[in-house]
């Protein structure tokens, strides 16, 4: 898979970043697979090298939101964990501490550990205990203390751990709630992809298999909304680029009079939002007006929500059309309102 590069989409270049360090053998990919719902198979051939020690796995594959970096060589003498760091210095990003909790030997690790601490640049710090349910639990209790106090006097500080038991073959994951919460209380965005909770009907059931393109037209819209009038052009554009892709995966027929009626059923919680312009054979065009009068920060959060809103409703209403049903027009207004508000809590640049 290729690499992001300067002529990546902006929100490529800027993906935020779970760092995985542990032993060959404790848990990493198996940890990447639990998360990802990726198979071995995928996992294996969507690495790519990142920097001289690590690799990074972009996910999902085609329109990447996060990055995992795989750090290979950690019992090796020479391994110097700075090159990773500096990758890992953006905005958001996470160092996963993986350890299995039978394996006592940790010491390349913790050395590791001490260096990066030194460097002060990680801020959010995660440890993992793999394999947890492969050892009594009294057995468990002590290992995971024994390994808690020689991480704890490695960073200098108490360190938040979750205990976990991933098994890929079986597709059995203890714990990977808890994973994706403690995840997501440092990167909402981050959590609301990873999140698998059951759905309460089958329209939930749809949105949840294009969520993630969803999130990356909002991610997308968020950061060209960083410059406002660049936004005022790019953020419809790209609005626009999102509902023609949802539109073929919900196999409906889509043209601007779909537009406008998709427009008509969202009504004044959307339009308040826009300056939405009726045209000439009922052309619709968005402009972002809310961009002219708010910061940059806060237009990009907004962006990020009404991107997020409209992808979550258009899905909707697409789920509806793809079955010949009519649109309940409440509904739509409530789920676009609702992913509007949640859209701008997780934005990135929110
Ligand atoms: N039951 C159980 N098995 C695990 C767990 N984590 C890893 N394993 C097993 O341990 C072995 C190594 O796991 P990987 O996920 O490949 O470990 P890794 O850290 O990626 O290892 P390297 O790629 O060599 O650095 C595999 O056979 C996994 O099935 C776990 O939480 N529970
Ligand atoms: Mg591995």
């Known amino acids: 898979m290729a690499k992001p590069s300067e002529s990546s989409p902006p929100q490529e270049q800027h993906l935020p970043t779970l760092w995985l360090l542990g032993k060959t053998g404790a848990g990493k990919s198996s940890l990447i697979q639990a998360l990802?719902?990726?198979?071995?198979?995928?996992?294996?051939?969507?690495?790519?090298?990142?920097?001289k020690t690590s690799f990074a796995y972009h996910f999902p594959h085609d329109k990447p939101l996060l990055r995992f970096l795989d750090t290979r060589g950690l019992g090796e003498a020479h391994y110097d964990p700075s090159e990773d760091i500096k990758l890992c210095q953006q905005q958001s990003h996470v160092l996963l501490v993986v350890a299995k909790v039978e394996e006592q030997e940790q010491s390349a690790l913790l050395t590791v550990l001490s260096r990066i601490r030194k460097?002060?640049?990680?801020?959010?710090?995660?440890?993992?205990?793999?394999?947890?349910?492969?050892?009594?639990?009294?057995e468990k209790n002590r290992l995971v203390a024994a390994h808690q106090q020689a991480f704890e006097k490695a960073w200098g500080s108490e360190l938040s751990a979750i205990e976990v038991d991933f098994d890929c073959d079986t597709h059995t994951y203890y714990h990977r709630d808890q994973l994706v919460a403690a995840i997501t209380q440092i990167m909402p965005l981050v959590g609301?992809?990873?999140?698998?909770?059951?759905?309460?009907?089958?329209?939930?059931?749809?949105?949840?298999?294009?969520?993630?393109?969803?999130?990356?037209?909002?991610?997308?819209?968020?950061?060209?909304?960083?410059?406002?009038?660049?936004?005022?052009?790019?953020?419809?554009?790209?609005?626009?680029?999102?509902?023609?892709?949802?539109?073929?995966?919900?196999?409906?027929?889509?043209?601007?009079?779909?537009?406008?009626?998709?427009?008509?059923?969202?009504?004044?919680?959307?339009?308040?939002?826009?300056?939405?312009?009726?045209?000439?054979?009922?052309?619709?065009?968005?402009?972002?007006?809310?961009?002219?009068?708010?910061?940059?920060?806060?237009?990009?959060?907004?962006?990020?929500?009404?991107?997020?809103?409209?992808?979550?409703?258009?899905?909707?209403?697409?789920?509806?059309?793809?079955?010949?049903?009519?649109?309940?027009?409440?509904?739509?207004?409530?789920?676009?309102?609702?992913?509007?508000?949640?859209?701008?809590?997780?934005?990135?640049?929110?």
Not at 36 to 51: D, H, K, L, R, Y
Request: include cysteine; charged fraction near 15%.
């Open 192 to 350: 609301l992809m990873l999140d698998k909770k059951e759905h309460a009907n089958q329209e939930e059931q749809h949105f949840s298999q294009v969520k993630n393109e969803v999130l990356w037209y909002a991610t997308g819209a968020s950061f060209t909304d960083l410059f406002p009038v660049v936004g005022l052009v790019s953020v419809p554009a790209m609005q626009a680029k999102m509902l023609h892709s949802l539109a073929k995966r919900y196999e409906v027929l889509w043209n601007t009079r779909g537009f406008a009626e998709l427009i008509g059923v969202l009504g004044t919680s959307f339009s308040a939002q826009y300056g939405v312009k009726l045209g000439a054979r009922q052309l619709v065009k968005l402009i972002p007006i809310y961009g002219q009068t708010l910061g940059a920060a806060t237009a990009a959060a907004v962006s990020f929500g009404t991107t997020y809103g409209l992808g979550r409703a258009a899905s909707y209403y697409f789920y509806h059309k793809s079955r010949g049903k009519t649109v309940n027009t409440q509904n739509i207004q409530q789920l676009y309102k609702d992913a509007f508000e949640l859209g701008k809590k997780v934005s990135p640049r929110g």
């Open 119 to 138: 460097q002060k640049n990680i801020k959010h710090l995660l440890l993992i205990y793999t394999a947890v349910n492969t050892v009594p639990k009294e």
């Open 36 to 51: 990802t719902g990726s198979s071995q198979v995928e996992v294996g051939n969507g690495f790519s090298p990142c920097t």
